[in-house]
């Protein structure tokens, strides 16, 4: 792991790099460039909270605060929305570069580094709106906002250990690609994004408990919606499943870092 890591920081310019031409080709040729960045998260938030606060007049059961369903969508959207990115670009990550792959010697797990940072900048900026919003609107939750932090850690792991555990799987059986795409959408209903948990019927409680993501998300929205602080106890089981999917990952990526040139 640390070799890894020592690696990882002798190659950060050929990160940094990568990363900023990436978010200078997606805007490239485009009139208002990098305002983009700022003006679709933006536009969502204004959605959320105009139609779904103003217009449909949806509320969170038991929460008085016409906004809270709003700040509840937000807190579970950009949270599930960061997950997505990483382990969905993660997984095709290494058949996408492939023609780099075969013509430059570069550490491969540099890769996913480029990825998870992309999606990074592209979250601080959206979450950075929405934070925001909650302040110039009075709905601040106060200092256990900072409780988000080890959070975001703990979700953080979980996706890159996911994501380069199925980008290693998907060069040598691509239907693992195919396959995940579609589950990751039951997957998003069945992680209580748009709806609340407490809809559910008792009996189900115990299976929901069983998606990773269930616990990160409901303390997104705990933190930003009520102002409380998450229930660290239901966080340790992602915790320890990123752990051994990020120590898998590796062991996976070790193991056929020499063959993925020749599949690809």
Not at 73 to 84: E, N
Not at 109 to 132: D, K, S
Not at 191 to 211: C, F, K, Q, S, W
Request: with cysteine; glycine share 10%.
């Amino acid at each position: 792991m640390l070799s890894t890591l020592r690696l990882l920081w002798g190659y950060r310019g050929f990160v940094l790099g990568s990363v900023k031409r990436e978010f200078q080709l997606k805007y490239r040729n485009s009139l208002l460039g990098a305002a983009w960045t700022v003006l679709n998260p933006l536009a969502m938030i204004v959605v959320y909270t105009v139609i779904f606060s103003q217009v449909m007049k949806a509320r969170l059961p038991g929460v008085e605060n016409g906004y809270a369903y709003s700040i509840y969508l937000c807190a579970g959207s950009l949270t599930w929305g960061l997950f997505a990115e990483i382990v969905g670009r993660a997984q095709n990550v290494f058949l996408e570069n492939a023609n780099l792959l075969k013509k430059i010697s570069f550490p491969r797990m540099t890769l996913p580094v480029i990825v998870v940072i992309n999606a990074g900048v592209n979250f601080t900026i959206i979450f950075g709106l929405f934070l925001a919003f909650l302040l110039l609107f009075g709905f601040w939750p106060g200092w256990v906002v900072l409780a988000a932090i080890p959070v975001l850690l703990i979700q953080l792991l979980f996706s890159i250990g996911l994501g380069i555990s199925l980008g290693v799987l998907n060069v040598f059986f691509r239907d693992v690609g195919q396959f995940f795409n579609v589950f990751l959408q039951f997957w998003f209903w069945f992680t209580p994004v748009v709806y609340p948990a407490t809809i559910l019927p008792e009996r189900g409680r115990p299976l929901m408990e069983l998606n990773p993501m269930y616990a990160i998300v409901q303390s997104y929205q705990g933190i930003f919606v009520s102002g409380q602080a998450p229930q660290w106890g239901a966080l340790l089981y992602p915790l320890v499943l990123g752990v051994v999917l990020s120590l898998l990952g590796l062991r996976l990526f070790r193991k056929h870092v020499g063959e993925m040139v020749d599949e690809l």
